[in-house]
């Protein structure tokens, strides 16, 4: 009897730790991860040596290493200067370049050296892209200044000091070659100038927009320079809400946005037109129309460009004005 006592026990001691599940999965990082011998198992590989981001080509980088580890891939355009930069932490890396840049300027038709590295690890490997044609943007494009000023537009220009809007070319434009440059100095008033673009500049009494003012973004390169922090830029949106092809201020709605400092250099301006108000001096107003967001009924855009006319010269840069619908332009 106490054998087959000793033989159960054993038996039941058995099925119980038989039923305890061990549990392979575990919190916190993988060891191999933390303390594995790093190496490419796999070098740099790209798809193409060659791409053609305006036909929807894309550029595919892969490599794999023994662990995952904090990569990071460099591409710059070895004539504008464009910077795109690319990063991940795995082991197995599968990365799209679709054309666009982190830094400007926006990459043109050139060459482009791509650098991929490991962070903490000393090689770098490197290899090379021809890109045949950019990115094209989808949206409705007002200008990149390329082929030069819409003769359509209405320009006003102050009669101030050192007077100088129009088209520049020095080699720091963001987008293309070219840029438009707003500057001078006015003593008498805020304006130093300005430009009206009205939709008849592009064949149509109203601009060919989404009646879904959450869909739609404007944006817009703009320049602000390291010696200048005066200047204020004024954008204003006038809609025709009664459709009658024309644009009252004391009738129908003007929404604006005011933007003045910030960062020196380029920036990208990306507006939803939801979220914008109407201003008076620079301060939140109730419109003069029915009070909707209705960029389908957007009559005229106008770019002003002012300072403090005690403040002396201003100069500021603008480029590339576009509008999208779903997102924000991505250049």
């Known amino acids: ?194 430009i009206d673009i009205p939709a008849s500049a592009y064949g149509a009494d109203h601009f060919a927009l989404s009646n879904n003012p959450n869909n739609v973004y404007f944006n817009t390169l703009l320049y602000k320079p390291a010696d200048y922090d005066n200047g204020v830029v004024l954008l204003r949106f006038s809609e025709d809400d009664n459709l009658d092809g024309s644009f009252d201020p004391s009738q129908e709605d003007m929404y604006s946005y005011q933007l003045q400092g910030g960062e020196d250099g380029w920036r990208l301006l990306s507006l939803k037109y939801s979220d914008l108000q109407a201003l008076v001096n620079g301060n939140p107003a109730t419109p003069s129309g029915n009070g909707l967001h209705e960029p389908d009924k957007l009559f005229q855009v106008s770019i002003l460009f002012l300072a403090n006319p005690a403040s002396g010269f201003s100069e500021s840069g603008l480029d590339y004005m576009i509008f999208t619908e779903g997102e924000p332009l991505r250049p």
């Open 1 to 194: 009897m106490k054998k087959i006592f000793l033989f159960g026990g054993l038996m039941a001691l058995l099925q119980l730790w038989s039923g305890c599940k061990v549990d392979s999965q575990f919190d916190g990082p993988d060891l191999n991860d933390l303390y594995g011998p790093f190496e490419w198992i796999n070098p740099l590989l790209l798809n193409r040596d060659s791409v053609d981001f305006g036909s929807g080509e894309f550029v595919l980088a892969s490599a794999k290493f023994s662990k995952r580890v904090n990569w990071h891939i460099d591409i710059k355009g070895l004539s504008s200067g464009a910077w795109k930069e690319l990063t991940g932490f795995d082991s197995d890396v599968v990365a799209e370049w679709d054309g666009s840049t982190t830094h400007f300027p926006m990459f043109r038709s050139e060459s482009c050296a791509i650098a991929m590295y490991v962070v903490g690890q000393p090689d770098t490997l490197r290899d090379t892209v021809f890109v045949v044609a950019p990115k094209v943007n989808q949206g409705l494009l007002l200008s990149d200044f390329e082929g030069g000023l819409n003769p359509n537009w209405v320009p006003f220009v102050q009669s101030g000091a050192n007077m100088n809007f129009g088209l520049q070319q020095n080699g720091s434009a963001p987008q293309g070659l070219r840029s438009y440059i707003m500057a001078g100095a006015v003593t008498w008033d805020w304006l130093i100038g300005m």
